[in-house]
């Protein structure tokens, strides 16, 4: 089993959607988690971090449930520069800098 | 500023080869990872410097693989007796100490004939 579980996707949704991507983590001492996000042919860029009260930044709200082990990210009002792979990552429980990645979920915004 | 910098950006080698890519970090910036990135696979860990600190290489996925870190600035990242299986894509990130945000440098293409 994979220490961070994705859906490949991919999500194709239509301009101003609302999409939710789910992730979840086999490790229960991860203590720090994340979003990158990473466009085709390019480096994975943080989008956000996720804390266990649930954080907001614009349009995208990263939510995380410890006791299931299960992160989410909301997208509201789908652009079409939001399409990119979204990749849910976690720290080693036992290091603060060994970042696990999941597999990544693509999404498609189309016109 | 300048970001992560990591050449070369594609190589194309023959089995059996050795290969080094290069890593220039972010100014300042006393951490560096490497991270390999195989066709649709998530990125793997592979290495970690923190200053003058031993490194981790528990991610290193033989010992064809080795990494040094010169003067606690531009890294090497050294494929002996290269294989198939090495093709992957070759991910370095820096960040301003261990915790903080890593930050990505483009990556190297490897490609292994």
């Not at chain 1, 194709?12 to 085709?40: H, I, K, L």
């Not at chain 2, 500023?1 to 080869?17: C, D, L, R």
Request: glycine residues 8%.
């Amino acid at each position: 089993r994979k220490e961070v579980e994705q859906d490949p996707g991919p999500f194709n949704v239509p301009e101003g959607a609302t999409v939710a991507f789910n992730c979840t983590y086999s490790n229960s001492a991860s203590q720090s988690f994340f979003w990158y996000r990473q466009d085709c042919r390019k480096e994975p860029k943080l989008l956000m971090s996720v804390y266990s009260s649930g954080n907001e930044d614009g349009r995208f709200t990263a939510q995380l449930n410890r006791a299931s082990q299960y992160i989410s990210l909301l997208i509201r009002d789908s652009k079409l520069s939001d399409s990119a792979t979204y990749l849910c990552v976690v720290t080693r429980g036992d290091s603060s800098y060994k970042l696990i990645f999941g597999s990544g979920t693509r999404l498609l915004v189309r016109p | 500023g300048a970001g992560v910098s990591q050449s070369p950006s594609n190589k194309v080698t023959e089995k059996g080869k050795d290969v080094e890519l290069r890593c220039d970090p972010i100014s300042g910036h006393t951490a560096l990872y490497w991270y390999r990135q195989s066709l649709g696979q998530g990125l793997e860990f592979l290495i970690y410097f923190q200053g003058n600190s031993a490194p981790d290489k528990s991610g290193l996925p033989s010992d064809r693989f080795s990494a040094e870190r010169t003067g606690g600035s531009v890294s090497t990242l050294t494929i002996q007796r290269t294989q198939q299986e090495d093709s992957a894509v070759y991910l370095c990130a820096s960040s301003r100490t261990v915790g903080e945000t890593q930050y990505f440098g483009p990556g190297t293409r490897l490609l292994v004939l």
